[in-house]
Structure formats: structure tokens, C-alpha cells
């Protein structure tokens, strides 16, 4: 086992920082959010966060249980990035609602109060045709040109924003600080898996969609603990391909993607081209001088026992990428095979350790006062 404060230096190192080098799109932002902001992107030189999608809500064979998460039974340590989800606040009646918006926020200031980071990603139900976030033919509704500015469904749109403006003035520390949350709206949707994807709407009212979201949140309900990430799927081999559907430099704090199918999904990797389209993520962030991540990833069920260091942290390490963090998807509760991270027993074990062990990776345990700017 190596030793761990020797990550802990390279933080104390990184907020000794007197000043703020880097663009950030609400300059109203909470300080909490603004350092959190500085920090990620000067970890993102020398580290990177590891995260997991719904790391502390449940795991294999678990639900509801505190302070738990199975990274921490491997490793010892929660993820440094816990994902959350927005999914349940809308389309629901409102005691549903109520009930996950109070349920996430003990989960989100938990998560605070610890020093971990959350990133909430929103699986959002189609509110025209009602049925979920994944697109049926002859069901689904185009929703995105019906909730833009003027469309029928504008208004029933701002109503859910506001729902999340509530959540997102919720979610006060003990200290009374309001949590900073990376809130990652319309992901993969260049896909046409979803209802807000390339397929079925316009890259006009994508964009008049973005922005309003943006500018609604944080213009109107004053919601200023938020940074907003961009992630399209692996539709791009180039950074013009990237930036077709790109709202604007006004609009985004993190370029991101989610990436499953260059490494390893149906025993297919191919690894240059994950590079290559996290390379180009990497460098569009260090020239407009914005975050990236690597926002989602896994291999299910992990068969490959080397799959943590022999394939996800080589190719983290590779062609200097400065990412802030990569999160795997979620274990889930019940079902036996559907998971992307280790568990106690569960074959990559041993493997997932080593990653863990390496200076290059950052954990929960290794962050100090990521949120607190230190003065020399």
C-alpha cells in the first residue's frame, strides 16, 4: 500500500492558489463553487477524480445503507465524484417528487460535508408524451422543439427548472453553504437512444433548449452552485464533430463524454480512438480554458480482470490529458450482473486496489478542502 498523503501534498499544493486563472460561466457563482471550479481544473494537471454513478445510494445487493458505497468496502475510501440523478423529479406526482428531491439532498450534502464532489446527470422524462427518457417509436414526442422558447410546452418546462432551482437552493450544509453540484443535462445526445437525441431534434432547438436552461437557472432563479457540463456519446472524430450541437462559450463550464463502447462493451475495445476523442475533450478545454472529464465509462459485469489499470488508467495516463475526473456507471441492487465497479470478491478486485493505489488517481480520502481556497 502506498502512501496516501503523498496525493494530499499535491492538494495542498494545487489550493495555494491566490487568485482564479480559469473562465467559469456564472460569475456570480457561490465561493464554494468557484474554488471547487479552480481546483478541479488544476487537479485535472497532475490527477484525476475517480467517480460512480449512484455510489452511495445502493450497490450490489445493497440499498440505503449509511455511509456506504462499494469502492469503499474494496478500497477503503468513498469515490471522489458520487453521480446522482434529477429522473424522478418530474413526470411523478408530486409526493414522488417531494420524496426524491428530499431523499437526494441528504445524499448530496452528505456527500458535501465528507468532501467528495457530486455531478448529477438527468434522465428526463419526455414531458409531452410521458413516457420515460428512452425514445419508443410511435410514442415518444420530438419534445425538445415543443419546451424551447415559445413552444407549447415552454411553460410546463420552467415549471421542472424550477423544480431543480428548489433543489438546488436546498442543499445547505450544516454550516449553511449551499452544495456546489457539475450538473450534466441532455448527455449522449448525439445518440438516438433518448428523446432529446440528434434523431429527433434540430441542432437549432437543441442549442435554443441549452441555452435557456442555462440562462434560466442561473439569470432568473438564481441558482449559482452549479457548473454545467457538455457530453455528447462517441459520435466525433474531430473537435468540429464535437462542437456541432455546442451551445456557446457562455453556456458550458466542462466538456465531456461518455465513452462504453471503445473500451471494452460486447468485447470490443479500441482504445486509439477513445484516446483520440478524449485528446480532443482535453485540449478544448485547456484552449478555452474550461474543464474536461471523462463523464462516463465502465465495462459491465468487469470481466477483464485488468481491466482498471491494463486499460482505463493506461489510457488516462496517456497524451498528457488533463481531465478532472472519469465516473463508471452504477451497481445495481438486484440485479447480478449489472455493475461497473468492484465489490468485495468480485474478480477486478485486485486490480481496482492498484488503481486505487496509484498517485495518479484521487479518492475521497485524498481530498482536503477541495471547496476552501488556501492563501500563502
Known sequence: MKFRDTKNAFLFIFMTVGHFLFAQIDQDAT???????????????????????????????WKDEPNKSDVKSVA?????????????????SKEVIESAKEKL???????????GVTTVSWHFNNPVSGNGFYWKDSISSPAMKLIKPGGSHHEQYKEILKTIADFA??????DGTLTPMIFRPFHEFDGDWFWWGKKYTSREDFVSVWQFTVSYLRDTLDVHNFLYAFSPDVKFNSEEEYLERYPGDNFVDLFGMDDYADFGRDGKYNLEAGVKRLKIISDLAIKKERLAAFTETGLESIPNEKWWTEILLKTLKSQNLELAYVLVWRNDSTSPTHYYAPFPGQLSTPDFIKFYDDPFTLFEKDLKNIYKKKFN
Do not use: C, M
Request: proline share 2%.
Open 105 to 115: 439532498r441528504k445524499n448530496v450534502i452528505a456527500t458535501y460535508e465528507r468532501g
Open 76 to 92: 477503503g475510501s468513498h469515490p471522489a465524484v458520487v453521480g446522482v440523478d434529477f429522473s424522478d423529479f418530474s413526470g411523478r
Open 169 to 174: 437552493h436546498s442543499v445547505k450544509a450544516k
Open 31 to 61: 465561493k464554494e463553487t468557484k474554488v471547487l471550479y479552480q481546483n478541479l481544473k488544476l487537479i485535472s494537471k497532475k490527477h484525476i477524480l475517480f467517480g460512480h454513478q449512484h455510489a452511495t445510494e445502493y450497490g450490489h445487493g
